[in-house]
């Protein structure tokens, strides 16, 4: 073949250099590298939370098996019609991808103040129930009051929350930490808000409720993760997720 007939190879490394924006999920699993530092991302309706200890191996699976079984249980059930059979698919789920989950609690709360936004629900119930100082009370603060100047933050949230009717909000927070036995632990909070009628002023982050109309309810359980069974079926949750690319962000609190 003479040279003038060789294709031409300056186009197909013009290509290969070029710098593309990274994704949100791409900008997420970069944000969990920062080991040695409190990362908190927004997984679709859950708000995760990894301490200091966790490294980012163990950070990336954990944010995983929560993407998974959330975008699974949105799928399965209505949270609104359907919470507990939504909660139950959830907590089984995350069983069979090495989560061993204890305490289950469940319980109707009531709100302290005549009118207050989801974010102060949950951030008193949590700091009533492990302390104020309590790492998942501090990061949900910090979380929301980041959310609010971040618009696609907002979106993920609204979207992920709020029921077909506008009648409740639903959403979980976790808290994952690594044991002194270095086990992947976590504490996690499911907080549901109903309302006696749809409620549209202002958005997810700021909108209030009337303590009289409103019903807050409770969930919380404790897990342990094994890495181990997780590794079997991190390529198959891999590919399961590459679809999916927008139902997570890093919050940069």
Not at 10 to 28: G, R, T, Y
Not at 127 to 154: E, I
Request: hydrophobic share 40%; glycine share 4%; charged share 25%.
């Amino acid at each position: 073949m003479s040279t003038k007939d060789k294709p031409d190879a300056a186009p197909e490394a013009f290509v290969k250099q070029l710098s593309m924006p990274k994704s949100p999920v791409e900008q997420a699993i970069d944000a969990l590298k920062n080991e040695g530092e409190e990362r908190v991302l927004l997984i679709g309706n859950t708000l995760c939370i990894f301490a200091e200890n966790v490294p980012a191996s163990v950070a990336e699976d954990v944010a995983a098996s929560m993407r998974l079984i959330g975008l699974s249980s949105e799928k399965a059930f209505d949270k609104e019609t359907q919470q507990r059979e939504w909660y139950n698919h959830y907590t089984h789920g995350l069983a069979k991808l090495g989560w061993t989950m204890t305490g289950a609690a469940h319980a109707e709360e009531a709100m302290d103040q005549e009118k207050s936004t989801l974010a102060e629900v949950a951030i008193s119930i949590i700091s009533r129930d492990l302390g104020a100082k309590h790492r998942m009370a501090r990061c949900l603060g910090r979380s929301f009051q980041a959310m609010t100047h971040a618009p696609a933050a907002q979106r993920l949230f609204e979207r992920s929350t709020i029921s077909t009717t506008g009648k409740s909000s639903t959403f979980q927070a976790v808290d994952c930490e690594m044991s002194p036995q270095g086990l992947p632990i976590m504490h996690m909070k499911s907080f549901q808000i109903a309302y006696d009628r749809a409620v549209s002023t202002g958005d997810a982050i700021t909108r209030e409720f009337e303590k009289s109309s409103t019903r807050v309810y409770r969930a919380s359980q404790q897990g342990t993760f094994s890495i181990r069974q997780f590794q079997i079926l991190r390529d198959a949750v891999t590919r399961k997720l590459a679809s999916q690319a927008d139902d997570i962000l890093d919050l940069s609190i």
